[in-house]
């Protein structure tokens, strides 16, 4: 089967760092994304991690451990706009030899004052 | 650009009543895709589509048909509604299904209701 598992909510204060991990078990594997989606909203893409490793983009960082079948979302220095919720999503080979993307449930993440 | 449209935003429907979904994508993207998302789950597959006039079956695809006549269009058709079909709908597409130039681009979503 394939499943993603990551934590269905988190609550931080504004000015913190809160992780948001992801591990993920699937038939086949070439990457993991992670997606942000404010409430109503639709989703958009924060980060895609091919290799293992740390890949940083302003306040966001992600990291992947292909042996370990697991990555994590760092935020840092939060603020209120980054109350939503995060997907991790695998992607992973489909038929015809395409793609595709498999999303996690999401963990919603609370910014409090 | 306007990225990606979806037409409508919202929509409720009576169980066995039909309908499509519109998506438009200004982005010249060959892939495009067909997601419902239900409280409490990820985005689930619906259809595909890899370029004009080709579509394809995704994750869960009963009770859903597509349609992809030009490049810019993904329709999706509800023939017969019913209640478990009530979800956020979201469309997007994607200039390619491999590397880090596969990063989909989501319409706004329909949020449909079935009674």
């Known amino acids: 089967g394939q499943s993603l598992e990551q934590p269905s909510e988190v609550t931080a204060v504004e000015g913190a760092i809160v992780q948001i991990n992801c591990t993920y078990q699937t038939s086949g594997f070439y990457g993991l994304s992670w997606y942000q989606q404010h409430d109503g909203g639709a989703p958009t893409f924060l980060s895609y991690?091919?290799?293992?490793g740390l890949e940083e983009t302003g306040r966001f960082s992600s990291f992947l451990s292909r042996s370990d079948s697991y990555g994590y979302l760092l935020l840092q220095e939060l603020q209120m706009k980054d109350s939503a919720s995060y997907f991790c999503?695998?992607?992973?080979?489909?038929?015809?030899?395409?793609?595709?993307?498999?999303f996690g449930a999401g963990t919603r993440l609370a910014v409090h004052p | 650009n306007a990225g990606v449209t979806q037409t409508p935003k919202f929509r409720v429907l009576k169980t066995g009543q039909s309908m499509t979904l519109l998506c438009a994508q200004d982005?010249?993207?060959?892939?495009m895709y067909w997601y419902r998302q239900d409280p409490g789950m990820g985005l689930r597959l619906i259809h595909y589509s890899v370029g004009e006039g080709t579509t394809a079956k995704g994750e869960v695809p009963d009770g859903y048909n597509v349609s992809r006549l030009k490049k810019q269009n993904f329709l999706l058709g509800l023939e017969s509604a019913a209640p478990s079909q009530t979800s956020v709908y979201f469309c997007?597409?994607?200039?390619?299904?491999?590397?880090?130039?596969?990063?989909?681009?989501f319409g706004p979503g329909t949020r449909l209701t079935v009674l």
């Open positions: 982005m010249n993207h060959e892939y």
């Open positions: 991690n091919g290799l293992d």
């Open positions: 997007a597409s994607s200039y390619s299904t491999s590397g880090g130039t596969d990063t989909q681009y």
């Open positions: 999503a695998v992607r992973s080979p489909f038929s015809g030899g395409y793609n595709k993307l498999i």
